[in-house]
């Protein structure tokens, strides 16, 4: 089992920056595959980004290709997600999630996952 812990989110401006990180317990991290999933208001759970156990393969939602990047470092037992001109619409709350996985394994479908952090608030003011 494993415990998530997400960290790094507040308000900011359209057009400013964030870096999430989602710190993680338990048993050994790099035998997960990682995502990143949000939830606005009153809408369902989207994915993200995802990233495999070694890091060599990820992948987005297209809304957010070329302005968020997923990365891990496993000897830090951490994920990132950094996120660049953020818009109104990317507010949310975000949430990290892991599974294990072969290790270029990633999956950008909710039901995959079998553990979740508490999530972290992000709100882009217009």
């Known amino acids: 089992q494993v415990q998530l812990v997400e960290s790094g989110g507040g308000l900011v401006q359209a057009g400013g920056s964030l870096r999430l990180s989602c710190a993680a317990s338990?048993?050994?991290?790099?035998?997960?595959?990682m995502g990143w999933f949000r939830q606005a208001p009153g809408k369902e759970r989207d994915f993200v980004a995802a990233?495999?156990?070694?890091?060599?393969?990820?992948d987005y939602a297209d809304s957010v290709k070329g302005r968020f990047t997923i990365s891990r470092d496993n000897a830090k037992n951490t994920v990132y997600l950094q996120m660049n001109s953020l818009k109104h619409e990317d507010t949310a709350v975000y949430y990290c999630?892991?599974?294990?996985?072969?290790?270029?394994?990633?999956?950008?479908?909710?039901?995959?996952?079998?553990?979740w952090g508490q999530g972290t608030q992000v709100t882009v003011s217009s």
């Open positions: 999630a892991a599974r294990i996985g072969p290790p270029e394994y990633y999956s950008s479908i909710l039901a995959a996952y079998d553990y």
């Open positions: 338990g048993r050994t991290f790099s035998a997960y595959a």
């Open positions: 990233i495999s156990r070694s890091g060599r393969s990820s």
